[in-house]
């Protein structure tokens, strides 16, 4: 199949869909987008709210406390706080409903969407760790989102195995770390960018393998280096009792001593280690990605951002946990998950279709706050037979009753939420 350039619905602009596009969805039995790769983007984020924190009141039977949700009090969604929504005592089946063939499907997931109770937060294993959004088994965590298997951390975003750290963006494996971007496996990390394996380390640029250095850029397996010079142990700890970390003026000019030995040396066109045929940024231990973007073992993949500790086959994905595999069009999927397409927070599941917060699931379409559950439309119960006899009509009336906003962008099967 030869390359074909489409114009995206959306901004109207041209977009090409390549050989190897056409095979995955082929593979997985989708169409074709319609919308370009950005504007995809662009309507997968509008259901990631990772740092918007609202004070609301819980909406569960008997509970009138406030809580941190991250639905606004005008967004005219029910909201119950952690413990009640994960207990049983409420059923999600109970807000089920037959499938209407007189209604575009959008239409009626919209309504489920205002009828079922939504987790106040995206934060599953949480202990202590309130003011947070789409986390996994995080602990004494404040402000934090998009972190996992984290302890005692503040301010930080997308990270993982995070311990007694603050302020970090991007990064994993880290103890004891301040002010780092993009960083692994280090102890003692601070104000630095791009380093890994490195311990006591300060005001330092793309170092790997480094222990004990100060303002140093681009070094490998070196110790006691000061503004990339080299000194003795003892040189080196008697120049660093000369620093006032303790002064805000200090820590500015060593920023900016920093950042202008940074722009004399060259620069790797991207953030890339051990990685193979792969484009974007922030790659890691990958092959075959491309315009992926801070991903780590990932496969045969494309146009994927923030894939956590492996995962292949998989198109238009953003927060992908570890293992996932034929995936497209989603937002926060869940480690050990497969086949799941145009959903949201959806975790350690298979084979899922238009789903939101759905846990521990398979053969799920059109589902809101299962878990647990198969063989479920429209949060009704069906028998496998009823099931998959059911689908393949409701995706054909997705396409033949297709939903159109009010500017005229149509959504048929195939397109992630409106």
């Keep these: 199949m030869n390359p074909e350039t489409k114009q995206c619905q959306n901004c109207k602009n041209q977009f090409v869909i390549e050989p190897e596009d056409f095979d995955f969805y082929e593979k997985i039995q989708v169409p074709p987008p319609t919308f370009c790769p950005q504007c995809r983007q662009v309507r997968r984020m509008i259901w990631r709210n990772e ?13 009138t406390e406030k809580i941190i949700s991250i639905f606004s009090p005008g967004s005219q969604f029910k909201v119950y706080d952690q413990n009640f929504w994960w207990s049983d005592a409420w059923d999600p089946f109970s807000y089920g409903k037959e499938y209407d063939f007189s209604k575009p ?6 309504e489920l969407m205002k009828d079922v109770p939504h987790l106040a937060l995206s934060n599953p294993h949480a202990v202590n760790t309130d003011y947070a959004q789409h986390t996994f088994r995080t602990k004494n965590g404040y402000l934090v989102s998009a972190l996992a298997n984290s302890e005692n951390v503040s301010y930080a975003n997308k990270g993982f195995r ?10 994993g494996d880290l103890d004891s770390c301040y002010e780092s971007v993009n960083s692994g496996s280090s102890y003692k990390l601070f104000f630095s960018y791009g380093c890994e394996d490195c311990r006591d380390v300060w005001f330092s640029y793309d170092c790997r393998g480094c222990s004990d250095c100060f303002g140093c850029v681009g070094l490998r397996n ?3 280096y000061i503004f990339n010079k080299p000194y003795t142990k003892e040189e080196y700890q008697k120049k660093m009792k000369e620093f006032d970390f303790g002064s805000y003026a200090t820590i500015e000019d060593l920023r900016e001593q920093k950042e202008k030995l940074i722009l004399t040396f060259p620069r790797k066109y991207i ?3 051990k990685s193979v045929n792969s484009t974007g940024d922030n790659i890691s231990h990958s092959k075959n990605c491309t315009k992926c973007f801070d991903v780590d073992r990932l496969e045969d993949s494309k146009f994927v951002s923030w894939a956590l500790l492996g995962g292949k086959d998989s198109y238009d994905n953003y927060g992908m946990g570890a293992g996932n595999e034929f995936s497209y069009e989603n937002v ?4 050990q ?3 799941i397409y145009f959903s949201s927070v959806v975790l350690s599941s298979h084979h899922v279709y ?8 398979s053969n799920l379409f059109g589902c809101v706050g299962l878990r647990n559950k198969q063989y479920c439309i429209f949060n009704k119960q069906y028998s496998k037979e009823e099931y998959e006899a059911l689908v393949p009509k409701i995706i054909d009336h997705m396409s033949n009753m297709p939903y159109a906003d009010e500017k005229g962008k149509v959504y048929t099967f195939g397109e992630f939420f409106p």
Aim: aromatic residues 18%.
């Design 332 to 335: 926060f999927i869940g480690e």
């Design 354 to 361: 238009y789903s939101y917060n759905c846990h521990g699931c």
């Design 337 to 339: 998950s497969a086949h």
């Design 271 to 273: 953030s890339e280690l």
């Design 162 to 171: 995070i311990k007694d750290s603050m302020d970090i963006y991007l990064g």
């Design 222 to 224: 070196k110790s006691y």
């Design 51 to 63: 740092r918007g924190l609202y004070t609301r009141t819980c909406e569960a039977p008997g509970h």
């Design 105 to 110: 499907f959008f239409v009626q997931f919209g």
